[in-house]
């Protein structure tokens, strides 16, 4: 799957996007009424090219009851205010300069021949562009399709590798219906993020805002409250195997969640197993440390059989996902079955769903299912494989196309590649959320868990979103596929429509074609049991 932008033409609108002006005028005539003058069927035929600017002046004049002097006045001082938009073309020229010559910019406006000229003697840098059309040049007019036809004759563009910017609906519309990628120009930085995401390396983006924030990746609470903490910093470290990105205890055996004195919570805070455990995983502590670590453990537990969260008996609290990465831990050393009736928990909460809402110090389903896919890839047991993995196999797919922050989706997009489920339906989602800057935005992970103030990192958000991406690369080499199109229906009755035909009749024609998984949007509690045609389609 090449990340190599799809898009080769970028053809954009002038006025309101390129360039800005202001309907104030010193004259008589008001902002409101100069936009009247603009959408007049005169003016139409004047940017169309078919009448003179002074004809054009002295009919609205006529038919607004305005001295065409006045309206000669009015529209000189709006050429006057016109300004470029130097940002939007700097980041055009950016990109353009990226693509290193597969990028094609052009303008496309509704604009008379005379405001044309006035605008051509403005100082932007022109050569930017490969082409310039006007309708007045064309004869054709936007919305109107002949504009857009003759721009693609004459660029020979792909409408289907164009994206089209443009401040009208109406416009944009009339691109989209040709096959365009259309872009409504009605926020400056959702258009800025929506260039660079569509013309961009998502991957190479996130791999420079993480360099460029190295050490200073630091969670924070929905209130404001920034946090230094491990849990973070070694997910962080696992997803990216880069130390330079991270800041982290130095510790020789045991973990705790705070770096620091602790925020929000009681000021003697516990050292835990869930930040103990991850920590002895990702850092690979020696095996004696790692033993004496799990002999502890096996002290915390209930009269359930379940592992609890604390070094601490006066603090009994478990979760499913602090049972799983204590899982994660005993089983990568080969001592899973000292946690068999931990175990069979955190099955019965899989089987049942009992994370939809997520848990105690977890804040959504996905980050069950993930560090679950996590103990069956770092454990690499047979035994596990064949408990838990054909149960998450059908959990997951229940959550496909499930609303998510970006955190959600990149779990929820790196378990599908590790079960051998392709997932564009989240990746077509999770792709325009990027920001300009490269990063994700911050995404919810943990919480705590009396006040249920929730927790989360950009850092985190990014690196998981950058590896969702690149571990889809590398298990389906083909681009994402796009939302099916409904079948064309043929303008021509069929000649075995007729009047005798009858329902039944019509049912015995349908296809029983089946639907592929990669199209569908599947609600929380659709499974493969539902839909027996959606297949993994790789098992490992």
């Not at 399709?145 to 519309?173: C, H, Q, W």
């Not at 994370?355 to 035994?383: H, K």
Request: glycine residues 6%; neutral net charge.
């Amino acid at each position: 799957m090449s990340f190599t932008s799809n898009y080769t033409t970028l053809i954009c609108d002038i006025g309101d996007v390129l360039f800005s002006w202001s309907p104030q005028t010193k004259t008589s005539i008001s902002p409101s009424a100069l936009r009247r003058f603009l959408s007049s069927p005169t003016w139409i035929e004047y940017e169309r090219g078919k009448i003179s600017q002074a004809e054009c002046y002295a009919r609205v004049g006529g038919e607004f009851s305005v001295d065409p002097t006045e309206v000669g006045r009015a529209f000189q001082d709006a050429r006057d205010s016109l300004q470029s938009n130097e940002e939007l073309i700097s980041v055009i020229r950016h990109l353009k300069a990226r693509s290193n010559g597969l990028l094609h910019v052009f303008a496309m406006s509704n604009i008379s021949a005379p405001d044309y000229e006035v605008l051509r003697a403005k100082p932007v840098d022109w050569s930017l562009f490969d082409g310039i059309f006007t309708s007045a040049g064309v004869g054709e007019r936007k919305p109107n399709l002949g504009f857009y036809k003759a721009v693609i004759s004459s660029t020979g563009a792909d409408p289907s590798r164009t994206i089209f910017v443009d401040d009208k609906m109406e416009n944009v519309l009339s691109a989209r219906s040709l096959g365009m990628r259309g872009i409504i120009f009605d926020d400056h930085r959702k258009v800025v993020r929506a260039l660079y995401n569509l013309l961009g390396d998502p991957v190479e983006r996130a791999r420079q805002y993480l360099t460029v924030n190295g050490k200073k990746l630091l969670s924070v609470t929905d209130n404001g409250i920034f946090l230094r903490e491990n849990f973070a910093q070694l997910l962080i470290l696992e997803a990216t195997d880069n130390r330079n990105l991270v800041n982290l205890t130095d510790t020789h055996r045991t973990w705790n969640f705070f770096q620091e004195k602790p925020l929000l919570t009681t000021e003697e805070f516990p050292f835990d197993l869930d930040t103990t455990s991850l920590g002895l995983t990702v850092m690979g502590s020696p095996e004696d440390v790692a033993h004496s670590v799990m002999d502890d453990m096996l002290n915390y537990i209930d009269d359930d059989g379940i592992i609890q969260t604390y070094f601490d008996h006066r603090r009994p609290r478990f979760d499913p996902v602090v049972c799983v990465n204590v899982l994660t831990l005993f089983y990568s050393y080969g001592r899973g079955h000292q946690l068999d009736r931990t175990l069979h928990w955190v099955r019965e909460v899989l089987l049942h769903r009992a994370y939809l809402d997520g848990t105690r110090y977890y804040a959504t389903p996905e980050c069950f299912l993930y560090f679950l896919g996590r103990l069956l890839e770092i454990s690499n047991d047979a035994y596990l494989a064949l408990y838990i993995k054909p149960l998450l196999i059908e959990r997951i797919q229940e959550r496909i196309g499930a609303d998510g922050d970006a955190l959600a989706l990149s779990m929820r997009l790196r378990l599908c590649a590790y079960l051998g489920l392709r997932n564009d339906v989240d990746l077509r989602t999770l792709l325009p959320l990027q920001c300009e800057d490269g990063g994700w935005e911050i995404g919810w992970i943990y919480k705590y868990g009396s006040s249920g103030i929730r927790i989360g990192n950009r850092g985190l958000t990014t690196s998981l979103a950058m590896k969702a991406i690149l571990e889809m690369q590398q298990q389906f080499p083909s681009p994402p596929s796009s939302p099916p199109a409904s079948p064309a229906v043929p303008l021509v009755k069929p000649a075995y429509v007729n009047a005798q035909s009858s329902p039944e009749r019509f049912s015995q024609r349908k296809s029983n074609s089946s639907i592929a998984f990669s199209s569908i949007a599947m609600s929380p509690l659709v499974s493969t049991r539902q839909h027996p045609e959606i297949v993994p389609l790789v098992l490992k």
